[in-house]
């Protein structure tokens, strides 16, 4: 729903592995090879190889410092930018090889849900352990603008899982709803 609309010709998906075992890893990566003429992923993760000999253009590099010969209308960042170290030269390479009038897909985290709240008064919150940092709708905002990109639109979105309990989907309602509501100004 959210993705769709914005996959262009040519796609770069950068974490193409994702998380998961087996083929499972593949699902976003298989679903934008559906939808685009062109998709190239890139990923550290050595299971990349696995992933070139099941037939898909992907390359092992990191989304902080790759080069490539080619320009993309849609880059895909789905959950990486809270892995990386220095965000800010991921950004500067999406900015490097994004087509004029391109997109950048960039989801993150969100880190204001109750439970993270709940985790930090009682002792700080547990993160993922290869989360380097998390980010806030102001953050991601300034450190986006400082590469000379432009953000859009920003929307909290969830999505259905096994085991999510009622309190977490009642939330994941709420943050939808809120989410639509006009900014606050002072």
């Given at each position: 729903e959210l993705l769709e609309p914005h996959i262009g010709d040519s796609v770069l998906h950068l974490g193409?592995?994702?998380?998961?075992?087996?083929?499972?890893?593949?699902?976003?990566?298989?679903?934008?090879?559906?939808?685009?003429?062109?998709?190239?992923?890139i990923?550290?993760?050595?299971?990349?190889?696995?992933?070139?000999?099941?037939?898909?253009?992907?390359i092992r590099a990191d989304a902080q410092q790759f080069s490539l010969a080619k320009k993309f209308d849609t880059i895909v960042a789905t959950?990486?930018?809270?892995?990386?170290p220095n965000p800010g030269k991921l950004l500067s390479c999406c900015a490097e090889h994004l087509k004029p009038n391109g997109v950048?897909?960039?989801?993150?985290?969100?880190?204001h849900i109750p439970w993270n709240v709940l985790r930090e008064l009682h002792g700080g919150m547990d993160p993922h352990p290869e989360h380097k940092m998390w980010f806030c709708r102001a953050t991601l905002t300034a450190l986006i603008e400082s590469k000379e990109l432009e953000v859009q639109e920003h929307r909290t979105w969830g999505f259905n899982r096994r085991g999510t309990t009622a309190p977490d989907k009642a939330w994941r309602v709420a943050e939808r709803l809120l989410s639509l509501a006009p900014p606050l100004s002072r």
């Open positions: 193409a592995i994702g998380a998961g075992g087996e083929k499972e890893h593949l699902w976003l990566h298989g679903w934008i090879k559906q939808r685009c003429d062109e998709l190239l992923g990923d550290i993760d050595e299971k990349i190889a696995e992933v070139g000999a099941e037939g898909y253009d992907v959950n990486i930018i809270e892995h990386v950048v897909l960039l989801t993150t985290p969100r880190t």
